[in-house]
DNA sequence: CGCGATCTTTATCGTGCGATAAATAGCGTT
DNA sequence: AACGCTATTTATCGCACGATAAAGATCGCG
């Protein structure tokens, strides 16, 4: 897994070393050497370690870090104050940086079916939190006991559940949560979906055994027995689809 | 907590007080003192390790375990060889000894309408995984990287899940599994349920947002609203309830 | 070229942590 | 009541890891 660095055959040596190509820098760290702009290496550094972090936790240590990023470990330091820093860095990158505003908008747009809407919403949504990435730092961070998972959670609440909840109300004509606000149940129904998805990315990422067949398939179905039971559960007023 | 077993009244013992003032018993675990019979030590260390790796992880400290315990970190190493078998043994007590094989016969007594069964064992089952112990400790050891949760979960498919299958699918008229084996769809299905309710337990202790009234109530909204949308994502043939 | 700015490395400190060895002390036995 | 077994503690080793300081190397600019 580790590196070697060194260029130590005599010929090639001097040339790729001196020179890099500028901006051509990548992943495999053969390309970056040294002397990168501030930026490209910050952000290069702060890259690997949402990579890092992810698959060892925040335990990993900042040495093995600089070795995948094929830099010295102190370099580290002139980037980023402290390992704590970086961590903080990587939790914006993932969990902010990667939050789709147009989201919120899918689901309340009724010029379209609540069924395509929920399908398009989740199937989106899991493009990005089903990675090994997020699923994997989520976990982390909740289990170093921060309230960082219960903000989330609750802008997630906020921004999408209510919603959901509320499009389910005028689906099937009951009140607007304008006037009726969300029950404990509603909310939960919409935690039922929505933690059976995240859950798809659990089980692939941090138990390493990946739901058998295509995950947009798999939340078709979810969300089409959602709907389903749901109906069953909270017969409509007199409206049915 | 963890627990208090010896009252420290005022006159407590003088037997535990031999050597030490009882005034300077710091921290929590005053109780037993020095000396206890292998099989008592060994018990209580296990014990306390479950709770202590669940709170802070398998990188927990053996000596904060030993302080928790009122013993000297060294002694950790006269009843386990190594912090790793210390962990091994945590597994065991969680995972393997909480196991009730009366699980397996609940979900399959068809005197018992499915909708009563179901909810009967989830929420059996709920009793025993929705604690701080079960459900961080599997999470700790998923991002681990080790096979464990996967083992797991495959024991858990084939004595519950396929089990679960089978009985929707004689619920519903459907052939045996014994016949038409499981598709992923269906098992998914039974996914869907199942994550959901673990999920309380992960959103209660690792995310420390426990979702609001009775987990009793939320396990039976849950499985009624599968049986209902079961019912409509795969119609059944002739019988219906 | 050569020089200076600064990007990067080498060297190192202090601490924390798992683990071991030797010393100490509780408790049953006689 | 003394004895001896062994449960428990005291003392310590070795290394890993975050962090810092100083030396060295690279590149733009004149």
Redesign the pocket.
């Known amino acids: 897994m580790v590196r070697s ?1 060194k260029p130590k055959s005599g010929l090639a040596g001097p040339l790729t ?4 190509s ?1 901006g051509s820098a990548e992943t495999s760290q053969t390309g ?7 930026g ?2 910050e952000k290069s550094i702060a890259a690997a370690a949402v990579a890092f972090f992810a698959e060892r936790g925040f ?8 070795t995948i990023l ?17 961590i903080e860095r990587v939790y914006q990158d993932v969990f902010v940086g990667r939050w789709d505003p147009f989201w919120e908008e899918t689901i309340k747009d009724r010029s379209v079916p609540l069924e395509t809407r929920l399908i398009t919403f989740y199937i989106s949504y899991a493009n990005v939190i089903l990675t090994p990435e997020w699923v994997r730092l989520f976990m982390f961070a909740g289990l170093k006991n921060l309230d960082f998972n219960a903000r989330y959670l609750n802008f997630l609440r906020n921004r999408v559940f209510e919603s959901v909840v509320d499009e389910l109300r005028a689906h099937f004509d009951r009140p607007s949560i304008a006037n009726v606000p969300a029950s404990n149940i509603e909310i939960e129904i919409v935690w039922s979906i929505h933690s059976s998805i995240f859950y798809l990315g659990v089980r692939e990422f941090i138990y390493r055994l990946p739901p058998d067949g295509d995950v947009k398939d798999i939340i078709r179905a979810k969300i089409q027995t959602l709907l389903g039971g749901i109906a069953t559960v909270l017969p409509p007023a007199e409206h049915a689809t």
């Open positions: 660095p070393a001196t020179r890099r500028p970056s050497r040294r002397r990168l702009s501030p490209d290496r335990e990993g240590q900042t040495r093995e870090l600089a094929g830099i010295t470990q102190p370099l580290l330091y002139r980037y980023f104050p402290s390992k704590e820093a970086l």
